[in-house]
């Protein structure tokens, strides 16, 4: 595997050279609120694929959807493992809708990101094309050095989506960074406790929209930092030692 297979770079520009931190960031319901509205949307898209793909029904659909999303963390794995389907196709299928019409510009998001010291990365199971359009939208692209998407998720041939930690080892290879100076932001707990095992920094953004995060009102122990919003991170002291 080349160096920077994992990661899909975007500009240069969005180098700090100020310190050596690298951050990570997931994208939905991490960097925008997609319990807005995009979740909805990708529900439709997905369900409507998995039914062009096995010629199925809605129901059908639906329960091998949830099956394959609780067993692998994400669909199209399960519909590439046990079905032969397109990898690549499915996931375009998947996300077929205009994000911007659906994604909710942020504010200050761009200046609050530029002057937070540390290189920073996209870390999401979502497809490229789909990130790229919503950070487009946000009007944030240029503040990212890169994209590790679910299409570059792939090690031996399989794909490794997030938690898994083969994934955020080779990503650390890859960037030469050290784990206490990698910093992983994220909606999703499970994925900050795989991380924390690898000895990496760990900020929690608390959304209520994301399955699971109303059982944990307390910040759990794998977890540096918890915040409620992308905004409140970066006004942090934690943001700017
Ligand atoms: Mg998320």
Redesign the pocket.
């Known amino acids: 595997m080349s160096r920077s297979a994992l990661i899909k770079p975007l500009t240069q520009k969005a180098i700090h050279g100020k310190t050596r931190r690298v951050w990570l960031f997931?994208?939905?319901?991490?960097l925008h609120d997609?319990s807005h509205a995009v979740f909805a949307q990708i529900d439709v898209s997905m369900t409507k694929a998995v039914m062009q793909a096995l010629d199925i029904g809605f129901a059908q659909a639906t329960a091998l959807r949830q099956k394959y999303w609780e067993r692998y963390g994400a669909t199209m794995i399960g519909m590439e493992r046990h079905h032969g389907v397109n990898a690549a196709k499915f996931l375009h299928m998947s996300h077929d809708f205009h994000a911007p019409d659906f994604v909710k510009p942020e504010k200050n998001l761009a200046s609050l990101l530029q002057n937070t010291p540390g290189i920073k990365y996209i870390l999401?199971n979502a497809p490229h094309d789909y990130a790229r359009s919503v950070l487009q939208t946000l009007g944030i692209l240029h503040c990212f050095a890169g994209i590790c998407s679910i299409n570059q998720m792939r090690l031996q041939g399989k794909y490794r989506p997030k938690p898994s930690q083969a994934l955020m080892l080779q990503l650390l290879a890859q960037l030469k960074s050290e784990p206490h100076e990698t910093i992983l932001v994220?909606?999703?707990l499970k994925n900050l406790k795989a991380a924390k095992q690898l000895h990496l920094k760990t900020v929690h953004i608390f959304?209520e929209g994301?399955p699971f995060s109303a059982k944990h009102k307390i910040r759990p122990p794998y977890v540096d930092l918890r915040v409620k919003s992308v905004q409140e991170l970066l006004r942090h002291p934690f943001s700017h030692y």
Request: zero cysteines.
């Open positions: 997931d994208l939905d319901n991490t997609a999401t994220e909606d999703t959304h994301t």
